[in-house]
T-cell receptor, first 110, second 115 residues
């Protein structure tokens, strides 16, 4: 099946770490992605992880993948006000499309 | 700027009408994807075209159709519009397909309001 689930909201204090969680269902997904959507804009690819990896770090972003539990997380270190956005988890389905979660709205408070 | 252009940015129309949304992919990209984003359904994949041919179909209603032209731009046609069709429609493009982990580049979307 194609069902990606995320919590809908996350509030974090500026300077703290944010952790956004996601579960997916297709065990054959080759790649898993995190996209960011700022107000009035399209989705922008933040990072991705290949399914045979456990972790990927890219500057302030750390992606953890637990393939056994089909759980993906995105950690943003030293969260800034510019990180306020909607974050989408997505899995590749077959060869031709991505299935997205509903998105987690991250609000960074001072 | 992602390089993907969608027009119009906003569209207001009435129930029963028909509209056409247009997308120009990034230069050199052969694949175009259409997604619908609504509050209750989230981001739903509608359809993908690759070099003029339909490649994959998602949750696209029969009232909706799409095509990709020889110059690679794409149009999404929505007919017999209903209130529930109000949503943000995104187009994305990539060089080929997601099988090779190509990034999808999204346009800014067309906000459709059906009154």
């Amino acid at each position: 099946g194609e069902d990606v689930e995320q919590s809908l909201f996350l509030s974090v204090r500026e300077g703290d770490s944010s952790v956004i969680n996601c579960t997916y269902t297709d065990s054959s997904s080759t790649y898993l992605y995190w996209y960011k959507q700022e107000p009035g804009a399209g989705l922008q690819l933040l990072t991705y992880i290949f399914s045979n990896m456990d972790m990927k770090q890219d500057q302030r972003l750390t992606v953890l993948l637990n393939k056994k539990d089909k759980h993906l997380s995105l950690r943003i270190a030293d969260t800034q006000t510019g990180d306020s956005a909607i974050y989408f988890c997505a899995e590749s389905i077959g060869d031709y499309k991505l299935s997205f979660g509903a998105g987690t709205t991250v609000t960074v408070r001072a | 700027d992602s390089g993907v252009t969608q027009t119009p940015k906003h569209l207001i129309t009435a129930t029963g009408q028909r509209v056409t949304l247009r997308c120009s992919p990034r230069s050199g990209d052969l694949s175009v994807y259409w997604y619908q984003q609504s509050l209750d359904q989230g981001l739903q994949f509608l359809i993908q075209y690759y070099n003029g041919e339909e490649r994959a179909k998602g949750n696209i209603l029969e009232r909706f159709s799409a095509q990709q032209f020889p110059d690679l731009h794409s149009e999404l046609n929505l007919s017999s519009l209903e209130l529930g069709d109000s949503a943000l429609y995104f187009c994305a493009s990539s060089p080929g397909g997601v099988a090779t982990n190509e990034k999808l580049f999204f346009g800014s979307g067309t906000q459709l309001s059906v009154l």
